[in-house]
């Protein structure tokens, strides 16, 4: 199992910038992949960016180019830096990690942290 805490949301202007933190109760290593999904009200839940194995990154057409996943497994912890944000950004920003047991894959989330776009 992991247990995972984020942090640093908050109230932001549009065109401003915002990086969430993750960190993970176990090593990064031991973990398949690490992502970062939002849920804005009245929406499902979306993929906003994952980190895979060694590196490999993969980021939602909305957010490419504006927001950069990343992780220092010295800290167990995963980040997310957001750029040139949006009114439409706003969500609930949640942290996931997946980890893989014998083929079978196990989702872990966070509590969510709220990131508001608005001027």
């Known amino acids: 199992q992991v247990q995972l805490v984020e942090s640093g949301g908050g109230l932001v202007q549009p065109g401003g910038s915002l990086r969430l933190s993750c960190a993970a109760s176990?090593?990064?290593?031991?973990?398949?992949?690490m992502g970062w999904y939002r849920q804005a009200p009245g929406k499902q839940r979306e993929l906003v960016g994952e980190i895979i194995g060694g590196g490999i990154t993969n980021y939602a057409d909305s957010v490419k180019g504006r927001f950069t996943i990343s992780r220092d497994n010295t800290k167990n912890t995963v980040y997310l830096q957001m750029n040139s944000l949006k009114p439409e950004d706003t969500a609930v920003y949640y942290c996931?990690?997946?980890?893989?047991?014998?083929?079978?894959?196990?989702?872990?989330w966070g509590q969510g942290t709220q990131v508001t776009v608005s001027s």
């Open positions: 176990r090593s990064t290593f031991s973990i398949y992949a």
């Open positions: 996931n990690a997946r980890l893989i047991n014998f083929g079978i894959s196990y989702d872990y």
